[in-house]
């Protein structure tokens, strides 16, 4: 499929209230489908994200609006800054990754994420990392298709696997 061609790319200025208002409602439906946990973003969520993220310098997001559509936000990346001790240099995780239920399958993510590896670059990254649900089959085949793949360090030892315990 050709990429579309009327979708407009953007960093995400935590300061504007047009960029917040799609970033938190992209960030909404994806939390409300099951890939997302089913749940919408909270009250506390909605209201407080814009000045948590404007606090965190390490935080960084990208945007994407079909034009055609009179710049309807369609797309978004959530990324970290995090620190390889190993490399002794960045590392970007890229933490959430939404495309609009009526745009998927025109390779926004890919472009998207295009996007954010030469911000990470820019940043002097070492790598990217990201972690996806194993039923979520689409976003795997994106993710592999565009050069990511399971974290080993030695073969014998397996790949990592992400865990999480909440506080």
Same mark, same amino acid.
Request: glycine fraction near 8%.
């Given at each position: 499929?050709?990429?579309?061609?009327?979708?407009?790319?953007?960093?995400?200025?935590?300061?504007?209230?047009?960029?917040?208002?799609?970033?938190?409602?992209?960030?909404?439906?994806?939390?409300?489908?099951?890939?997302?946990?089913?749940?919408?973003?909270?009250?506390?969520?909605?209201?407080?994200?814009?000045?948590?993220?404007?606090?965190?310098?390490?935080?960084?997001?990208?945007?994407?609006?079909?034009?055609?559509?009179?710049?309807?936000?369609?797309?978004?990346?959530?990324?970290?800054?995090?620190?390889?001790?190993?490399?002794?240099?960045?590392?970007?995780?890229?933490?959430?990754?939404?495309?609009?239920?009526?745009?998927?399958?025109?390779?926004?993510?890919?472009?998207?994420? $295009?996007?954010?590896?030469? @911000?990470? =670059?820019?940043? +002097?990254?070492?790598?990217?990392? !990201? %972690?996806?649900?194993? #039923?979520? $089959?689409?976003?795997?085949? @994106?993710? =592999?298709?565009? +050069?990511?793949?399971?974290?080993? !360090? %030695?073969?014998?030892? #397996?790949? $990592?696997?992400?865990?999480?315990?909440?506080?």
């Amino acid at each position: 499929m050709t990429p579309n061609v009327s979708l407009r790319l953007c960093r995400v200025e935590y300061t504007d209230p047009v960029h917040m208002r799609a970033l938190i409602d992209l960030l909404d439906a994806y939390a409300s489908e099951s890939e997302g946990g089913a749940e919408p973003l909270s009250d506390f969520t909605k209201s407080n994200l814009a000045s948590a993220l404007q606090s965190r310098p390490f935080m960084f997001s990208v945007l994407a609006f079909d034009e055609a559509q009179g710049g309807l936000p369609v797309g978004l990346v959530n990324c970290v800054e995090g620190f390889s001790t190993f490399a002794c240099r960045p590392l970007v995780n890229i933490h959430d990754v939404v495309v609009a239920s009526t745009h998927r399958g025109q390779r926004i993510g890919e472009q998207m994420l $295009a996007l954010v590896e030469q @911000l990470a =670059r820019d940043r +002097g990254a070492c790598k990217l990392t !990201l %972690e996806v649900l194993s #039923g979520n $089959a689409p976003a795997a085949r @994106l993710y =592999r298709r565009i +050069g990511f793949d399971n974290y080993q !360090l %030695e073969p014998s030892m #397996g790949h $990592a696997l992400f865990m999480q315990k909440w506080l």
